[in-house]
T-cell receptor, first 118, second 112 residues
Framework: GAVVSQHPSRVICKSGTSVKIECRSLDFQATTMFWYRQFPKQSLMLMAT?????????EQGVEKDKFLINHASLTLSTLTVTSAHPEDSSFYIC??????????????FGPGTRLTVL | DQQVKQNSPSLSVQEGRISILNCDYT??????FLWYKKYPAEGPTFLISISSIKDKNEDGRFTVFLNKSAKHLSLHIVPSQPGDSAVYFCAASTDSWGKLQFGAGTQVVVTP
């Protein structure tokens, strides 16, 4: 099956610092990657959609200058939380989808990254 | 505006019995539906999907039923096993970008 990895799995940082999270598709080329955020006991909220080589599309209410997304290759996308604050503490999950032009391609999720901002 | 709804936050079922999880949606443009299973502090794992041209899809112990007129789908797990204890998310997609709308999830507990 399709495998998606995330690194790091857990990060603790001080308020005001920036944190980079990597998402990799290990055995397939991901034309599209998605970044989600999950608060405790809540659903996954889509933050942004990124396609390789183009700018990410952010969902309403998500600050693009705060959550920088780069999708430099077909197997790697990064999310950088800039000037992190305690309210950014959350579980961040990426997903990857392969196959050009196929609406029904399944999204495969990474294991998630727990970010704690002190 | 929650377009995908899972109205049961939790479900307890005895091992060996059937688990039935329900999901309702409001957007008639959704054409692809998926179920994911999630353990704490892990990413969701894809279970099964169904497109709007079908009303049933089966994969092993998992069967998904789709009732388009009622905008309702359900996931049946039979027989339920202790390892099935997890949170189950229903998701739906409507566009070529594959953006998924998730329900709030249902916590399933399978008891011995």
């Amino acid at each position: 099956g399709a495998v998606v990895s995330q690194h790091p799995s857990r990060v603790i940082c001080k308020s005001g610092t920036s944190v980079k999270i990597e998402c990799r598709s290990l055995d397939f080329q991901a034309t599209t990657m998605f970044w989600y955020r999950q608060f405790p006991k809540q659903s996954l909220m889509l933050m942004a959609t990124s396609n390789e080589g183009s700018k990410a599309t952010y969902e309403q209410g998500v600050e693009k200058d705060k959550f920088l997304i780069n999708h430099a290759s077909l197997t790697l996308s990064t999310l950088t939380v800039t000037s992190a604050h305690p309210e950014d503490s959350s579980f961040y999950i990426c997903s990857a989808r392969g196959g050009l032009g196929r609406i029904t391609d399944t999204q495969y999720f990474g294991p998630g990254t727990r970010l704690t901002v002190l | 505006d929650q377009q995908v709804k899972q109205n049961s936050p939790s479900l307890s079922v005895q091992e060996g019995r059937i688990s039935i999880l329900n999901c309702d949606y409001t957007n008639s443009m959704f054409d692809y539906f998926l179920w994911y299973k999630k353990y704490p502090a892990e990413g969701p794992t894809f279970l099964i999907s169904i497109s709007s041209i079908k009303d049933k899809n089966e994969d092993g112990r998992f069967t998904v039923f789709l009732n388009k007129s009622a905008k309702h789908l359900s996931l049946h797990i039979v027989p339920s096993q202790p390892g099935d204890s997890a949170v189950y998310f229903c998701a739906a997609s409507t566009d070529s970008w594959g953006k998924l709308q998730f329900g709030a999830g249902t916590q399933v507990v399978v008891t011995p």
